[in-house]
């Protein structure tokens, strides 16, 4: 079975090798090392993914406590694909509503294998979802939109989330909350094509540019990196000369965005893509 173990906690020498030893003693393969260092914040970030024989499930996951405890790392243990186990999502939102209902809907319905575990905000305009859909909300906001990042992880871990789906969740997550996340486990959908208009005003750009192809991209969050290869899906609407801004960003929220991260979604928890060395690549 494969598994991702992610480390993050102040830095000092010695701690790769004990994780590294714990899983080459119990017989493990390791298929990928990342590991980074925040130099002026002295913290220490490591992710790798293993393959080991899941009868040693609990020695792992023992041997990785006792190495956190003595190291003072968080560190997480994750199977992608555990057996008999659906995904457990934490939908992220802000303002928009239309993409984090497109996603309950499609588990509601069927079309993402998964079950919705939370919502979690920064603000309370979405919180009529979590009553429509009957799943826990939780707000993690400051009256002025700011957002407890460390209580968003602390929800994750305590619901036992598999994917946090960023469904126009309006926040930056910092470096640390992606690296305990790592390993292809944080979805976003970027309301803009990709990598031609990143930032936070992408149609207005395009429009700007007197585009007349529009689309949103949906992609695996990746710690210290802009998205680039890491891009799950993209969907794409032509409008005609002269359309309003309005119109196209109306078509965009309502229409365009929640279809392109509904599939992104999908493919994940089906186990077509995932993410390696901080690329997409193909399962079947």
């Known amino acids: ?17 004990p994780i590294v030893h714990c899983v080459t003693q119990l017989g493990g393969n390791i298929a990928e090392i990342q590991m980074y260092d925040h130099d002026e914040a002295s ?30 790392l968080s560190i ?28 309950l809907a499609a ?11 939370a919502i979690i905000s920064n603000r309370q305009v979405c919180r009529g979802l979590a009553d429509e859909f009957n799943v826990p909300w939780h707000y993690i906001g400051e009256a002025d939109g700011s957002a407890d990042d460390d209580r968003l992880i602390d929800i994750c871990d305590e619901l036992g ?11 930056i997550l910092p470096p640390s909350s992606c690296w305990k996340y790592a390993g292809g486990r944080i979805i976003n959908l970027h309301h803009g094509l990709l990598p031609s208009f990143p930032g936070m005003r992408p149609y207005h750009d395009a429009h700007a540019a007197r585009m007349l192809t529009y689309g949103a991209t949906c992609h695996f969050i ?17 409008v005609a000369p002269g359309t309003p ?25 089906d186990g077509e893509v995932a993410l390696h060395f901080n690329r997409v690549v193909a399962l079947r």
């Open 222 to 238: 990746v710690p210290e990196l802009d998205a680039g290869n890491q891009i799950i899906n993209q969907t794409t609407f032509t």
């Open 76 to 103: 997480r243990t994750w199977a992608p694909r555990e057996p008999g186990r659906r995904p457990r999502l934490a939908i992220c939102c802000t303002l928009r509503t239309e993409t984090p209902r497109s996603v």
């Open 161 to 171: 989330v598999d994917y946090i789906i960023l469904a126009r969740y309006m926040r």
């Open 43 to 72: 913290v220490f970030s490591m992710l790798t993914r293993v393959e080991l024989d899941p009868a040693q499930d609990a020695l792992l996951r023992q041997s990785v406590a006792e190495i956190s405890e003595r190291t003072g």
């Open 1 to 17: 079975m494969r598994y991702v173990i992610t480390a993050v906690g102040p830095d000092h020498r010695g701690l790769a090798d």
């Open 107 to 117: 588990i509601a319905n069927g079309v993402i294998n998964a079950d919705a575990a």
């Open 245 to 269: 801004r309005d119109e196209i960003i109306r078509r965009g929220e309502q229409q365009n965005e929640p279809a392109c991260l509904v599939e992104g979604v999908r493919r994940v928890v």
